[in-house]
């Protein structure tokens, strides 16, 4: 089976570096499937989930606040300025950073802008889904 190299690293550090049958993430305009021999590319990500699904079967689950995938012949990388294995979300953080930015939108008087609380909510919702996607491979 053919592999491509996939690097996923932060601001923070690495977090990802191995090889890949395939990698989905999601992009600016929708959920984003590379495989190896995929065509060069650079898009945006948005705030979500990326999965690399290794050699074997194994599936390495990744939360990102967004940032850049860059697809060449022999890597796929992703520039991310937050990136988190999925398993080590969360989940009462991001559950109370859901309320606090879905309070500061709906009171409009906190300190935080309208759309600083959009973009922290958009992020902990992400992070749910991320978490939710984890749930339901473990489950298979």
């Known amino acids: 089976m053919t592999t491509i190299r996939v690097d996923i690293v932060s601001a923070e ?3 990802f570096s191995g090889e890949a049958t395939m990698v989905v993430a999601t992009g600016e305009v929708g959920e984003l499937g590379i495989t190896p021999r995929h065509a060069p590319l650079i898009t945006r990500l948005k705030p979500g989930h990326v ?8 599936r390495a689950q990744f939360y990102v606040s967004g940032g850049i995938l860059e697809v060449q012949p022999q890597v796929i990388t992703v520039l ?22 879905e309070d500061a939108i709906a009171n409009r008087t ?30 298979h």
């Open 51 to 58: 999965d690399v699904l290794q050699e074997g079967g194994e």
């Open 13 to 15: 550090a690495e977090i």
């Open 110 to 139: 906190e300190e935080m802008d309208v759309s600083e609380a959009q973009r922290r909510l958009a992020q902990a919702q992400a992070q749910l889904q991320a978490l939710e996607r984890l749930r339901k491979n473990l489950k």
């Open 80 to 101: 991310a300025d937050t990136a988190t294995r999925a398993a080590d979300l969360d989940e009462e953080a991001a559950q109370k950073a859901k309320k606090e930015a």
